[in-house]
């Protein structure tokens, strides 16, 4: 998913500083190891990948590794590690809590683990815990902070909104390509990048490509998941790698990027399209609204709203300046606010102050001077 993405930009970008030295933990959603096999355990994500995580590190500690920070993208890895904790201090990077989760749980293949009182409660205290223990927690979204700060009670001074971003140097049009806001052959070219393909609304634009307003547009679908029979005026990409050479150019040749998503909370392909300069057509689900203000780099519309969804896809497509307008808006925004460069640079920096810190044996949260 978007989170991996970003490990992935992060992982090219600390290859090339020799004053880090990082190790890498990665937990899969079907990880072979002996403990996910415990029937238990094996049905419920935060004791199998809270356990495995627990175990991959315990391993690495006893072959001699030692840490001076320690880097999480969610709460679940670190669940189990208390004694980790109070040796390494931990940094967080969140795209959701598990309140904003349990809102759309039942679109996620893995689901909530949320109706059974006593283990909610025991869920609770122990997330409240992870996150009071955190010396640092950088949030997606705003709605995330508020999150942690209404449900949570954490302190807000060490809780910073700070979207990875995306590669704005590579992720770019070729200078001078398509300034007139029209495609090659004429026809609109709708993109969409869904993993989830239903979850993401993918289902609704097989059905709106059909209306009698749309025929004229190409639609290009990129997913993981199969999506049956489609018709003339789609085109299916499945499993295309990120960042690659096949997927930066479906960018580049688009027009307008959709994305009718159902559940989200920060989605990777979001920022991809704003910095590629392209309109954008999303819903108002998770952190989302904070990335697409309407009329401005694109339109927000209600989820499942066909009509509506129809309709500003019809005003994009057929007013080339309305195009280019949204999409150099969506430019500047992207390279203001979702610049991974200069957010990587952030997080590095918070990551050696709390490493420093807990060379004094103070694994606290504490201002930078």
């Not at 989170?3 to 930009?9: G, K, L």
């Not at 355990?41 to 006893?62: F, H, P, Y």
């Not at 759309?104 to 689901?111: F, I, R």
């Not at 018709?231 to 990409?237: A, G, L, M």
Request: glycine content about 6%.
């Amino acid at each position: 998913g978007g989170t991996e993405v970003f490990f992935t930009n992060l992982r090219e970008i600390l290859e090339t500083r020799e004053e880090i030295d990082p190790t890498w933990v990665f937990i899969e959603f079907y990880p072979k190891d002996f403990v996910a096999r415990i029937p238990l355990v094996s049905k419920n994500w935060t004791l199998k990948g809270g356990l495995i995580t627990r175990s991959r590190i315990s391993a690495l500690e006893r072959s001699g590794k030692t840490f001076d920070v320690a880097f999480f993208n969610h709460v679940i890895p670190a669940t189990f590690l208390q004694g980790f904790r109070k040796r390494v201090p931990t940094v967080f990077l969140l795209d959701v809590t598990p309140p904003l989760f349990d809102m759309y749980s039942s679109w996620y293949s893995e689901g909530s683990e949320a109706g059974n009182k006593l283990f909610e409660n025991l869920r609770y205290k122990v997330t409240q815990k992870v996150y009071a223990d955190a010396a640092y927690i950088f949030t997606m979204s705003d709605l995330v902070k508020h999150s942690l700060i209404r449900d949570y009670r954490i302190d807000d001074r060490k809780i910073e909104v700070l979207p990875p971003g995306i590669n704005v140097t590579k992720w770019t049009r070729v200078l001078g390509e398509r300034r007139s806001g029209h495609s090659r052959n004429g026809n609109p070219k709708i993109l969409f990048v869904g993993g989830d393909f239903i979850r993401k609304g993918g289902d609704l634009l097989l059905k709106i490509a059909r209306r009698e307003e749309l025929k004229h547009c190409e639609f290009h679908l990129v997913t993981k998941d199969p999506v049956g029979a489609v018709s003339e005026n789609v085109r299916v990409y499945q499993n295309l790698k990120a960042n690659s050479d096949q997927l930066l150019t479906l960018y580049r040749d688009a027009d307008v990027f959709v994305l009718p998503t159902r559940a989200d909370f920060s989605p990777h392909a979001i920022w991809e399209a704003m910095t590629m300069e392209l309109p954008i057509v999303t819903t108002n689900v998770g952190g989302l609204g904070e990335a697409v203000v309407d009329a401005e780099n694109g339109f927000i519309v209600p989820v499942d709203d066909e009509e509506v969804l129809v309709d500003r896809l019809v005003r994009i497509v057929s007013d080339p300046e309305l195009r280019v307008r949204l999409g150099r808006n969506g430019r500047r925004l992207a390279e203001s606010k979702f610049n991974l460069e200069k957010n990587v640079e952030k997080i590095l920096e918070q990551l050696k102050h709390v490493a420093d810190r807990g060379k004094i044996g103070d694994l606290r949260w504490s201002p930078k001077n």
